[in-house]
């Protein structure tokens, strides 16, 4: 069964599953059709599809009860797909799914779709599209600035997280909630409870539960419980979507991806880290960020250069130009390798070794030198970053990390000679 109703100039179908009373949406808005709906809803959508204009698909994500109509609409209607490059290869084969998923959505047959950017178009409207991992590791978020809309898929579909699938994670839930919350929307359209009037508030309380339950989960397991055991403590009720899933929905995955993701990141402080900076100069000024935590030496304001960590088969030439695209949303190019600086320091009783490798760049479009200042976004925090002179990074009081990274810019030659 399905029902239409509009909610700010968004077509909601609303998909209810009779058997299981399950729901599902699919959004139309501005000729872009948001999510396909599953196969199980079929018959009741073919006619929507075919009494209503649209341009486009965009797929917040790959799974069956979203992408379970994407074939029958392809072979039937000339329109581009789009979906995030993670979930490409997925839907270019056959879904095969569990029998309770089939039973419960569908199948989902195989379709071709073209990669989404960090925005698409609509008739009318230009949209983000935010990458939102933690559900699915192809998820995106839909956000138009103009009018404050949002579409989350199935990043909130409750304020409450009871039960989880093996293959979702906590904190990358949190991280992507956090990203969320920090745009200026005022509406959301969720892909299982529609539309959320109070949408802000609920995201909030979902940011907040789960904070709350991951932070329980690490207290017990540094008190030395076992994941079992802390699972049994937490959660004392048995849902029945645990045993009609066979377990790929379970209170216990819940538990162990936030222990895996804490063991993790504690092993990441055993060994070094590899990151890339760049030196961008204007005269004798070099744009750094200031930040206002904590450091090793106090916790006074402090300098650094814009980059950050490289990953795992990202050279540092690559990984230096992404920080700058995510951090400043600028494009730079690479003048000079100039170093290498290796730090080993304590905070908060903890001992960090990094290993920097220091590039001189500049900015690929040479007006943006002329900006006195830039927006640092990293997550869900904003710092600033300004040009500093090396007289002001020269004095005492003044504090500039990496150590030894002062006495490499003293040491630059003027004009700087580019190496091919």
Known sequence: MIKVYEKEQVLCVEGILEETRSKVFVFLVDGMLIDTGAEKL??????????????????????????????????????????????????????????????????????????????????????????????????????HEESGRLFTGDLFVSPK?????????????????????????????????????????????????????????IDLYEKGQTPGEINQQLFQKTYPII????????????????VFDYISKKNQQLRPRANTLGILRKGNAILLEQQFVRHSKGDGPFYRPLGGTIEMGE???????????????????????????????????KVFHEISLIYEVEFAEAEQDLQESFDVVEGNTMTLAKWVSLEELAREKTTLYPDGLLALLQQLPEPVQTKI
């Open 42 to 143: 079929q018959e009741e959508l073919k006619a929507f599809f075919s009494d209503h204009s649209f341009d486009q698909v965009v797929l917040t994500h790959h799974h069956e009860d979203h992408t379970g109509n994407a074939a029958w609409i392809q072979e039937h209607v000339e329109v581009p797909f789009f979906l995030h490059p993670l979930g490409l290869a997925i839907t270019e084969e056959e879904g095969e799914y569990p029998e309770y998923r089939k039973v419960t959505w569908g199948n989902r047959r195989a379709f071709n779709a073209l990669p989404l950017g960090e925005r698409i178009r609509s008739r009318s409207l230009e949209w983000q599209v935010i990458h939102t991992p933690g559900h699915a590791d192809d998820h995106v978020a839909l956000f």
């Open 161 to 217: 997280t009871r039960v989880m699938m093996k293959t979702e994670s906590v904190p990358l839930i949190l991280a992507s909630l956090r990203n969320l919350l920090a745009l200026p929307f005022t509406s959301v359209f969720c892909s299982h409870a529609g539309f959320l009037e109070n949408g802000r508030a609920l995201l909030e309380q979902k940011l907040q539960h789960l904070e709350k339950l991951q932070q329980a989960i």
């Open 243 to 258: 045993q009609f899933s066979k377990r790929e929905w379970d209170t216990i995955h819940i538990v162990t991806s936030v």
């Open 315 to 349: 050279s540092s030439a690559s990984a230096l130009q992404r920080e700058f695209q995510e951090e400043i949303d600028a494009d730079i190019r690479i003048v000079q390798y100039m170093d290498v600086l290796e730090n080993i320091y304590t905070l908060n009783k």
